[in-house]
């Protein structure tokens, strides 16, 4: 729907290469360079600069490219529905391992029929939000902080952060510990990027202190991992609450009552502004609440 040259630069900020982008849309590079120069004068900006040898894209560029982007993604959705307008649909969404732990199996059942393909990406933070800003996935699933500017977004449910180690740690006997007693124990990490883990530094960065001061930090990228580490009592860890229910009930784990500790976070359903299939959205986020309220 959008004129040509929109298309190009969408590529050129992608790419930062006048070669690469024509390679990728089988037009000359002559021919990109013209449209981009084109664009430039009817808009009156400066999309595209030169920092030898880099070519950059300015403030201004990186706007338009995502507005081109979420454009392109709308138009393609609604053709799509204008075309079929009762057809079932495939989906692509993304889901944190946090978030996936607590509601993905249920959820994925409870919505099979609506749908002809389901294809859920389980992933850090940073990443989801990288695919839903490309439109490689429709929404995420997330926890952790997220820039609420840039998207639409649906509250799942609220929970608290809290610190975990193995019943037997000797940790677990004191009433009440200190950040100083932590820091004498292993941490067990999710990988940069994760919510939980950008939670974890952002509270230590508050005390001035940070996930290298602790006496070894152990990083995992998948949560089962850490529950499995944490049972066998290698150390400690920092996650929800909502992800322990039988480990906690069954005295396999035990939350550390952690002075001056409590953070809570809201977990969301998050999609690009003004999105076509919002209504649907808002169906599909009222089904994993049901799904949290029978838990």
Known sequence: MLDRRYETFLMLAKTTSYTKTAQKLFITQPAVTQQIASLQKELQLELVKYERPHLVITPAGKQLAKFIESVTIKSQQILAHLQQPQAKRPLKF???????????????????????????????????????????????????????????????????????????????????????????????????????????????????????????VITVGDMATIMGLLESNLGISFMYHALLPQQLEQHRLKELHLADFTITRTLSMVFQKQSYYEKQYQQLAAVIKQILAHQ
């Open 94 to 216: 993304g889901a944190t391992l946090s978030f996936n732990t607590i509601v993905e199996p249920q959820f994925i059942k409870k919505i099979n029929d609506r749908f002809t393909d389901l294809n859920c990406l389980v992933a850090n933070t940073d990443r989801i939000l990288s695919q839903i800003d490309n439109g490689q996935i429709e929404f995420g699933l997330v926890e952790g902080n997220f820039n609420l500017a840039d998207y639409d977004y649906i509250p799942i449910f609220k929970d608290r952060f809290v610190a975990i180690c193995n019943s037997k740690n000797p940790l677990a006997e004191l009433d009440t510990v200190t950040l100083q007693d932590c820091l004498q124990s292993p941490l067990l990490l999710r990988e940069a990027g994760s919510g939980t883990r950008s939670i974890l530094e952002n509270w230590l960065g508050t005390m001035n202190r940070s996930v290298d001061d602790f006496a070894k």
